[in-house]
């Protein structure tokens, strides 16, 4: 800065300074206080403040002192004296193997504090891709796989990238990971399999393994795979786990009507959500958990004292919810009193008929009261006993009895109430009094079954 002052010798003497302010001017600005010449004090940063302004007075030396003052506005231009720096050093990309050419991978940033290297940042691969994999956009850092991409890359890429405005270059590091494709689907050896578990076992007892059945030819991740039940009887009654092991969730009985049929739909996923499906039917072998049941409550008859040897006295009918020898029933006599039911009844083993064996006579007028005993043919056997009462009746007595051992009448399911379903009748010149008898199970009569008939006189 000049000034000039109009007197002569030491009044027109000029000395100048920089006045102190806020903005501290002093420590980046000095003048020379004889010629009036601003110097910088310090090193200026574009990047920290781009334009000062402070104040420089002209002092003469004449007394009284007189001074002027006067606005300096100081403009910094900027250099290229900082580098680029990426916005993170390291970059992490997961990429398909499948990707196609041209497929986008990432897009690296840089920043310069130069303003006037804002435009001049060019981007390149460094290392770490001697194949030519990938490509790389000078301009905007960004790296697509290059035409020259061959099948089956390696399982990764460190490549080293850099930024330069020209002058200054810096450096980052790029991590591509490629993920293998889940090319193929779960597959089971055979859709359908069968499997044999004993009833009443434990929960946790094994039924069968469908993993050593199942291929996934992907590795990794896409190769791991899972199973599920994916219908309720599975998932309420079965286990599945990690290795394709069943097992039983819960003690299963084979005469319960809901396990008759079991069928598990099992799925097979893989990691990439590829799924395969197969079918386990579930057999459960019988165990002789079972007592054989009686039809009737009870077995009540009238019989004349002279019927013949070999006579039909009545059948006793039982029945085992057990398979195979655990439900063949045999049937005998049993009597804890001192009768000789031996010499005058037999019931046959395998029918349950039972027959006269002797003479009746000397018996006329007594109630016979025995059991009859059903016995099945698992090891341990069970048994059950049901009570037979036989009444002796003179020979002139008048015993009813129906036309046919046996009536049969089939209707559907949908018969409305009060729907006639056929005719029971006695022998011919008999009269008598019909009524329903209640049974020992559901299809005899069990229960309230007794209600649906309604038993019509027939004299």
Known sequence: VLALDSDSERNSLVRYQILSDVYNSTDFFHIDSSSGLILTARMLDYETMQQYTFIARATDSGDPTLSSEVNVMVLVTDTNDNPPSFSQSLYEVYLSELAPRGQFVTCVQASDADSCDANRLRYNILSGDERTVFMMDTETGLISLSNQRRQGMRDSFRLNVSVSDGVFTNTAEVNVYVLGANLYSPVFSQRFYLAETRENTPAGSRVIQVRGALLDEDSGLFGQVTFTFINDLGK?????????????????????????????????????????????????????????????????????????KGSLVTQIQASDLDAGPNGRVIYSLYSEARLPLVDVLEVEPDSGWMVTKGSLLHLQGTILSFFV???????????????????????????????????????????????????????????????????????????????????????
């Open 236 to 308: 309420s009654k079965f286990s599945i786990d990690a290795k394709g092991l069943i097992t039983t969730a819960q003690k299963l009985d084979r005469e319960n009507p809901s396990n008759k049929d079991i069928v598990l739909t099992v799925m097979a996923l893989d990691g990439g959500g590829r799924a395969a499906f197969c079918t386990v039917r579930v057999v459960l072998t019988d165990e002789n958990d079972n007592a054989p049941r009686f039809r009737a409550v009870e077995y009540r008859m009238s019989i004349k004292s002279n019927v013949a």
């Open 373 to 459: 005993k059903a016995t099945d043919r698992g090891s341990p056997a069970k048994h059950s006993l049901v009570s037979a009462f036989i009444h002796v009746l003179p020979p002139d007595a008048l015993v009813p009895s129906f036309t046919q051992p046996q009536y049969s009448f089939t209707i559907p399911e949908d018969t409305p109430v009060g729907t006639a379903l056929g005719n029971i009748y006695l022998a011919p010149g008999q009269t008598g009094a019909y009524a329903a008898v209640g049974g020992e199970t559901p299809d005899s009569n069990q229960e309230r079954t007794a209600q649906i008939f309604n038993i019509i006189y027939n004299m």
